[in-house]
């Protein structure tokens, strides 16, 4: 198959929303940790986001997959303000969020919320539900008790948390697991931000909770036209959710997509061992014997020449994917895939 190759100066990417403006534009982003030896100095860095490049937009979800290691959290801290790019740009609203003074990143924490993956580790213990919605409107400089009580009922309300009176007053440990995710996602909502980044929002909670939870941030994503960016290793739960998927592997972003384009017609090698490795439903299959890549993910220290995946690929060129580094490939309008096959 023959595709067209990405040309990053044209405006916008290949691979991007056709939604309204940019929200968050990130380019060329690298983040690297540096790993020191006691006594010995520097000894290396860890890569863990090498070269990202995406546009999300506003009211847009899009998901980020990838199995454990392959710098989704890393990414998302960065986009937060935790980590530190070592080289690229993030920018939000037109603004570059390396360049921010401190009046700007109380400004930036109004604009994103943030959903962690533990809502019990995510949750001051010592605080009821209403003091722990309170905090950030208090942060904020919302001086009257009154309003902030209407707004802390109003996200209460939003997030099915009710009756609301029954609630105010409890604990974190009073509360089952969806009930704590609940809160969590009432803390990101209470600021009424424009961008939400849920990591991992339901790997923590019972199955029989995660499609309400996944559907709670699906229906305030709508209502309020909020960008959201969904941190997952679990391809099974993406489609209800988002509808472009960046597919992680090794700090690479490897393919681009939308959900039904990328669950349908998985141009990556990665992607398609991550959809044969999902688990499927149909007790019929469960003897079916199911072809993985061989061998383990690469080191980030040092990660290896050309395509990062080329050590585990059974299409893999010689001498080409295991020494250039893969472009962008335009499978289909907005499909794009770094690997040398659509060359």
């Not at 990838?66 to 937060?80: D, F, R």
């Not at 409107?137 to 009710?162: P, T």
């Not at 962008?328 to 895939?337: L, M, N």
Request: aromatic share 8%; proline share 6%.
């Amino acid at each position: 198959m023959v595709a067209k190759m990405v040309d990053d100066s044209r405006a916008g990417f290949a691979g991007e929303s056709i939604k309204g403006d940019v929200l968050l534009s990130v380019r060329d982003l690298h983040v690297w940790f540096e790993l020191r030896r006691f006594g010995f100095g520097h000894a290396g860095y860890v890569r863990a986001v090498d070269d990202v490049s995406f546009d999300l937009r506003y009211g847009e979800a899009v998901a980020v997959v990838g199995e454990s290691g392959c710098g989704k959290s890393s990414l998302m801290k960065t986009i937060l303000g935790l980590n530190k790019p070592t080289k690229g740009d993030v920018k939000f609203d037109g603004k570059d969020i390396n360049s921010f003074s401190t009046q700007d990143w109380q400004w930036y924490r109004r604009q994103v919320g943030y959903v962690q993956q533990d809502p019990f580790g995510a949750l001051a213990p010592f605080m009821t539900v209403q003091r722990i919605l309170e905090e950030p409107l208090i942060v904020h400089g919302v001086k009257n008790a009154a309003e902030r009580e209407q707004r802390v009922r109003k996200v209460m309300d939003e997030v099915k948390l009710s009756p609301v009176d029954d609630f105010l007053s409890k604990y974190p440990h009073m509360l089952s697991g969806g009930q704590q995710q609940r809160v969590v996602i009432a803390r990101a909502m209470i600021m009424e931000p424009k961008l939400i980044v849920a990591d991992e929002p339901v790997s923590m909670l019972d199955a029989s909770v995660r499609v309400e939870i996944l559907k709670l941030l699906r229906g305030l994503q709508e209502s309020h036209n909020l960008a959201m960016i969904y941190i997952t290793h679990d391809l099974s739960t993406v489609r209800y959710f988002s509808e472009r998927i960046f597919v992680m592997y090794a700090g690479n972003v490897v393919e681009k997509s939308p959900v039904d384009d990328i669950l349908k017609n998985p141009s990556h090698p990665y992607t398609s061992a991550l959809l044969t490795a999902t688990s499927d439903p149909d007790s019929r299959n469960a003897e079916t014997f199911k072809e993985i890549p061989p061998g383990e993910p690469p080191s980030l220290v040092t990660p290896p020449s050309g395509c990062r995946f080329h050590p585990r690929c059974s299409k893999k060129i010689d001498n080409l994917c295991d020494v250039e580094v893969p472009p962008e490939f335009e499978i289909s309008p907005g499909h794009v895939a770094t690997c040398w096959l659509y060359k």
